[in-house]
């Protein structure tokens, strides 16, 4: 599967964005999605995982409450809703799929190009 991240940009302190990622193929229901972030000098972390169906999701405990993953089965993408946004937030972030129901960016089989976001305080 292919995946197209996009919808990063600039925004301020206490704002919202809207991430999307895009995937190919007609098998992106089999996939567990999920975002990841790599600030600069920093390791990727987690942010936010969806199982197949959408009924399951799980966050870092550093965006719970503020950001929230969904996911269209019937257009083959996956977002994720940043609100209250803080300086601290300001990474590259990645879509990613799965097969299984995992918060470990090393299960993670296929990744999008990553979409910049940027928090000015």
């Known amino acids: 599967v292919q995946l197209q991240a996009s919808g990063g940009g600039l925004v301020q302190a206490g704002g919202f964005l809207r991430l999307s990622c895009a995937a190919s193929g007609r098998t992106f229901s089999r996939y567990v999605m999920g975002w990841f972030r790599q600030a600069p000098g920093k390791e990727r972390e987690f942010v936010a995982t969806?199982?197949?169906?959408?009924?399951?999701?799980r966050y870092s405990d550093s965006v719970k409450g503020r950001f929230t993953i969904s996911r269209d089965n019937a257009k083959n993408t996956v977002y994720l809703q940043m609100n209250r946004l803080k300086p601290e937030d300001t990474a590259v972030y990645y879509c990613?799929?799965?097969?299984?129901?995992?918060?470990?960016?090393?299960?993670?089989?296929?990744w999008g190009q990553g979409t910049k976001v940027t928090v000015s305080s």
């Open positions: 990613a799929a799965n097969n299984e129901y995992s918060v470990d960016s090393r299960g993670y089989d296929y």
């Open positions: 969806v199982s197949w169906s959408g009924s399951m999701r």
